[in-house]
């Protein structure tokens, strides 16, 4: 459970949907309602990026949004994390391929990278839609409150 | 002061209060206790690398292209599962031949690490024995064999030399070559 120290705190929150299909911001607004309460660990979500430490991006990027993405992040005081929610953000889904999308967050560290813009951290949260328990669990392992229970695995068989 | 002048003053907030305690907790305290899912939710698949025959029938079904059949330079064949491409459709566990990919209820997927997201199983390639080029894996060759017995003769052939073979066969049997 190795996080920054700053993400102890608790984290604000700029959402910038980036052509998703509105599926993952419903959930969003599902983990805020008194149900599952993301606000019980700080989470906020801010109307400026200027306030915010984390970008939650929805969506697979598409290449209209994605000046502004790049704005909204440059704009963001260090230290400045990047949350990709859903399968869109995490690697495109089923556009992965399409000409019109960049294909998710891992494209996009690629172009911050070109354009010099430092990110802290990238959090990666599968699903489609994500289920408002998984974002709970994400905020969680954000501040180092749960072990992080994905693993990679690479077997080689004979046969 | 009366009941009505409470709820107009700085006091108002005693009666959220009430009724905040009438009606209880309705909060999930998730991350501490079990959460609620269903046994029907539909989460991460789970590939049996004893089973897996690196068919691509769930490549080929699957809508994402979260499960990729990829060639490495060695001649090796890996099937690639990207689980934050994955939209959990669950197809592929319905085409999967040999019954290797199974159903879990797994949704606590999110890590800081891109890597955590990949499962890669890497399979033997089948080898030529007139050629000695590598095609197809291993076991897809003994399945194939499992399934019709006659195939036996010619399953360790990659695709160019059984083309051959046959062409060769025609031409014995009319006598005349084929150019």
Redesign the interface.
């Known amino acids: 459970m190795s996080k920054p120290k700053f993400l102890g705190k608790s984290i604000w929150v700029f959402h910038l949907n980036t052509g998703s299909c509105n599926g993952c911001d419903i959930e969003v607004l599902d983990v805020l309602t008194p149900y599952h309460d993301a606000e019980r660990f700080g989470v906020k979500l801010v109307v400026s990026p200027r306030h915010a430490d984390a970008a939650l991006l929805t969506g697979p990027i598409t290449i209209e949004s994605l000046p502004k993405v790049l704005r909204a992040i440059e704009a963001m005081p260090r230290p400045r994390i990047i949350i990709a929610l859903g399968s869109c953000a995490c690697g495109g889904n089923i556009w992965h391929s399409s000409y019109s999308v960049i294909g998710g967050v891992p494209e996009l560290l690629k172009i911050l990278d070109e354009r010099g813009i430092e990110v802290d951290g990238v959090y990666y949260v599968p699903g489609c839609p994500v289920r408002p328990e998984s974002i709970v669990y994400a905020v969680g392992l954000i501040k180092g409150l749960v072990p992080k229970k994905i693993k990679p695995k690479v077997k080689k068989v004979g046969g | 002061m009366s009941l009505k002048n409470i709820r107009r003053s700085r006091l108002g907030f005693l009666r959220a209060l009430v009724i905040a305690g009438r009606s209880g907790r309705?909060?999930?305290r998730?991350?501490y206790e079990e959460?609620?899912v269903t046994s029907d939710f539909r989460g991460?698949i789970d590939i049996d690398?004893?089973k897996?025959i690196g068919c691509g029938a769930c490549v080929n079904a699957c809508?994402?292209?979260?499960l990729e059949l990829i060639n490495t330079r060695d001649g090796y064949v890996s099937l690639r599962y990207?689980?934050?491409?994955?939209?959990?459709c669950w197809r592929c566990i319905d085409v999967c031949p040999t019954g290797a990919i199974k159903g879990t209820r797994?949704?606590?997927?999110?890590?800081?690490d891109?890597?955590?997201?990949?499962?890669?199983?890497?399979?033997?390639p089948n080898k030529c024995r007139e050629c000695g080029k590598l095609f197809s894996t291993?076991?897809m060759g003994?399945y194939v064999v499992t399934k019709s017995p006659l195939v036996e003769n010619y399953v360790d052939l990659d695709p160019d030399c059984r083309k051959s073979r046959f062409l060769r066969a025609i031409e014995n049997r009319f006598g005349g070559g084929i150019e």
Not at chain 2, 63 to 66: C, E, G, R, S, V
Not at chain 2, 114 to 124: N, T
């Open positions: 309705v909060t999930r998730y991350p959460p609620l991460k690398e004893t897996c809508p994402p292209n979260a990207f689980v934050g491409r994955c939209i959990f797994e949704f606590e997927l999110a890590t800081n891109i890597s955590d997201l990949y499962d890669i199983i890497v399979h033997e291993k076991r003994d």
